[in-house]
């Protein structure tokens, strides 16, 4: 049967799918538009299972923030070409708004039939790996941070003991420095007391070996060994790291400075990191 070039056109506009490919569907299906977008569909599911297993290394990670409320989500797909194409960022902003518009808090089965219908009409793996929404209370202010490659994400709510701090803008620019520090840095623990005891315990050991190494009187190296590890919980803790825009004061102190010259006191209540296909 015939075919019409406009039938062609209208099922690729709907499904993605190549213009052969589109034209084969409709003969097949004998001109039946909906049967023909049903086997596109299924030609397209099967493509996808069958690369279930490829690794997803590439992606976005993208964040929707009104400095109250922020959503954030980390959608992964196989190669940079689709990562960078249009239809995907434009997946991204649908999950963000689908999530921030119905609340929903982690990944949800309507936020992954998304990136499925997208999947099976690009034919590439794709996933939802993660999502966060962060709400902050009326005394919370929330800053975000998105590096410019997009794999890099950072929320960041700092705290007041009065609300009106956070109008100002030094303290809204400070928040903002803190995600820029975040994802230059990379902390492992927030702060010292968050760090395992398991761990302390082996880089004790590993202190005291070094230590014993320099043959110095054994209450010497006990010294050497407190040293040794202050140093490095401070190299690991976010609030005890020198502050990446004034390296003579630590996050914690630069915090209480900022604070104290707004007029108020600030603390850190929460600190989100997402770096592409790390978990």
């Not at 793996?125 to 890099?152: F, W």
Request: with cysteine; glycine share 6%.
């Amino acid at each position: 049967m015939e075919i019409k070039a406009s039938d062609v056109k209208a099922l690729r506009e709907i499904t993605g799918a190549g213009m052969m490919e589109c034209k084969n569907a409709l003969v097949e299906c004998k001109g039946d538009a909906a049967a023909a977008e049903k086997l596109l569909k299924e030609k397209g599911l099967a493509a996808v299972e069958k690369r279930s297993g490829r690794a997803t290394t590439e992606g976005l990670i993208v964040i929707k923030n009104d400095e109250k409320k922020a959503v954030m989500a980390e959608l992964t797909c196989e190669t940079d070409f689709v990562a960078k194409n249009v239809d995907f960022i434009a997946l991204a902003d649908n999950v963000l708004n689908t999530a921030w518009n119905k609340g929903y808090s982690d990944v949800a089965p309507e936020l992954s039939q998304m990136v499925l219908d997208l999947a099976t009409k690009v034919r590439e793996n794709m996933a939802l790996s993660r999502l966060v929404t962060v709400n902050a209370a009326a005394d919370e202010y929330i800053a975000k941070y998105i590096h410019s490659d997009k794999k890099t994400g950072v929320l960041i709510v700092l705290k007041a003991d009065k609300a009106s701090v956070f109008s100002n803008k030094e303290v809204q620019d400070f928040a903002y420095d803190c995600c820029l520090h975040v994802a230059a840095f990379i902390p492992r623990y927030v702060r010292t007391s968050d760090v395992d005891q398991a761990y302390i315990e082996e880089q004790t050991g590993i202190f005291k070996i070094q230590a014993k190494e320099s043959g110095k009187p054994e209450n010497v190296q006990a010294g050497i060994v407190q040293g040794k590890l202050k140093k490095h919980l401070a190299e690991i803790c976010f609030l005890e790291q020198p502050f990446v825009k004034d390296d003579k004061l630590t996050v914690s102190k630069k915090m209480e400075e900022i604070g104290k010259a707004a007029g108020g006191t600030l603390s850190l209540s929460n600190l989100v990191l997402f770096q592409l296909g790390a978990k």
